[in-house]
């Protein structure tokens, strides 16, 4: 399976646009782009996922590199909650998902 | 409100004990997943069903059994519940196609003293 690199953690400040970076470098041409995250003592959430063209809801919006290559997951304003543990993860197929460490969100008030 | 319901939200019990964490979805998906965390760590794939009848296990060996008899409904049991099981158990369902994103429950935490 493919996998992601995304850096250990990142910090913004309230109210401010966040952007967290993600690569992959090995993706395939089937591969989706997921995006999830954890807020302390819950399960993950699912926040957004696309295949090609930019993606945009409530939550977040997700631009994809033209490449496919990388991926960047913006939340637009950064509030308290949305300090979360931030996963990039591609799905292909019935594949099951690989969590791997993510982007812990630091999001200073 | 959840689609996908877990209990109990949290457990302690006895070395040697017998217990089933119970996972409930109510949105007709196919696949099911139980993952095992510990607390600041990675999140482990258990075990994993692509239906009825349909049981397989992850990438991270656990002493757990799981069962699929119902779509909606997924177990996992530990028969002989030991201290290293403590841990968070989280279920997860999601649609066959990768077009589907999971949908996770709250969560087992499980300590066995």
């Known amino acids: 399976d493919a996998k992601t690199t995304q850096p250990n953690s990142m910090e913004s400040n309230e109210e401010e646009p966040v952007h967290l970076p993600c690569n992959h470098s090995?993706?395939?041409?089937?591969?989706?782009i997921h995006w999830y995250r954890q807020l302390p003592s819950q399960g993950p959430e699912y926040v957004i996922h696309?295949?090609?063209s930019n993606v945009n809801n409530r939550m977040a919006s997700l631009a994809i590199a033209e490449d496919r290559k990388s991926s960047t997951l913006i939340l637009h304003r950064a509030t308290l909650r949305d300090a979360a543990v931030y996963y990039c993860?591609?799905?292909?197929?019935?594949?099951?998902?690989?969590f791997g460490t993510g982007t812990r969100l630091t999001v200073i008030p | 409100e959840a689609d996908i319901y877990q209990t109990p939200r949290y457990l302690v019990i006895g070395t040697g004990k017998k217990i089933t964490l119970e996972c409930s979805q109510t949105?007709?998906?196919?696949?099911m997943y139980w993952y095992q965390q510990d607390p600041g760590m990675e999140l482990h794939l258990i075990h994993y069903?692509?239906?009825?009848?349909?049981?397989e296990k992850g990438d991270l060996s656990s002493e757990s059994t799981v069962s699929r008899i119902r779509t909606e409904h997924f177990p996992l049991t530990l028969e002989s519940a030991r201290p290293s099981h403590t841990s968070q158990y989280l279920c997860?369902?999601?649609?066959?196609?990768?077009?589907?994103?999971?949908?996770f429950g709250s969560g087992t935490r499980l300590t066995v003293v």
């Open positions: 997860a369902s999601s649609g066959l196609d990768r077009n589907y994103g999971y949908t």
């Open positions: 090995t993706i395939s041409g089937t591969d989706y």
């Open positions: 696309g295949l090609t």
């Open positions: 993860i591609l799905r292909s197929g019935a594949n099951n998902l690989f």
């Open positions: 949105m007709g998906h196919d696949k």
């Open positions: 069903s692509y239906g009825v009848n349909s049981t």
